[in-house]
C-alpha cells in the first residue's frame, strides 16, 4: 500500500504563510526604516525578506500586509491588500486571499500584523462579504476569530 502524502489546501497553506510572514517581520513604530512605497520597488518577496532578515527594516501592517502579499503573489495566489478605518488615525491594512474550500471560491481576511483570521460557527473560514455581513447586521457571535500569537520582533529606534 502507498502512503498518500498529506496535501494542504489553499486554508491551510494561507494560514502558514501568514504565520510565517508574522515571524518574520519587524513592527516598527517610530521610524519606518521600509515603506510601502520602497516594497513596491522590490517586487520580489525574498529581497523584501532582506531589509527583516538583517533588522535593517521594520514597518507598520501596511508594510507587512504588501510584503505578505509578494510572498501570495509569488505563489500564484490572487489577492488584495484592503486598507479600512479613518486614514488620518485609526487604521489598518489586511490581506485578501481567493482560496478554494471544498470547491467553492471564497474571499477570506488574512491578517499577518496580528497573526490572524476569521472563522464561521463551523470553524470554516468565514468569507470577507459574510464578515462584512455579520458586522453589518450586528452578528457578531457568528464570528470566530483565530490567532497564534508569538513574540514579534520589534525593532527599537
Not at 502512503?3 to 504565520?19: E, H, S, T, V
Not at 519606518?32 to 523584501?48: D, M, P, T, V, W
Not at 510572498?71 to 500564484?76: R, V, Y
Not at 487604521?91 to 497573526?115: C, F, P, Q, S
Amino acid at each position: 500500500m502507498i502512503k498518500q502524502k498529506n496535501i494542504l489546501d489553499d486554508f491551510q497553506i494561507a494560514n502558514q504563510l501568514r504565520d510565517s510572514v508574522y515571524k518574520n517581520t519587524i513592527w516598527d513604530e517610530n521610524i519606518l526604516r521600509i515603506n510601502a512605497k520602497q516594497i513596491y520597488k522590490f517586487y520580489e518577496s525574498g529581497k523584501i525578506y532582506l531589509y527583516y532578515k538583517k533588522n535593517q527594516g521594520g514597518g507598520r501592517c501596511d508594510n507587512i500586509a504588501y510584503f505578505y502579499q509578494q510572498i501570495l503573489n509569488n505563489l500564484g495566489y490572487r489577492n488584495y491588500t484592503y486598507h479600512f478605518g479613518n486614514l488620518n488615525s485609526y487604521n489598518h491594512v489586511i490581506n485578501l486571499i481567493e482560496i478554494k474550500i471544498k470547491n467553492k471560491e471564497k474571499l477570506i481576511v488574512e491578517d499577518a500584523t496580528y497573526n490572524l483570521n476569521f472563522l464561521n460557527e463551523e470553524n470554516e473560514p468565514l468569507d470577507f462579504f459574510s464578515l462584512l455581513k455579520h458586522v453589518k447586521e450586528g452578528k457578531i457571535d457568528k464570528i470566530r476569530i483565530s490567532y497564534y500569537h508569538k513574540k514579534r520582533k520589534i525593532l527599537n529606534s
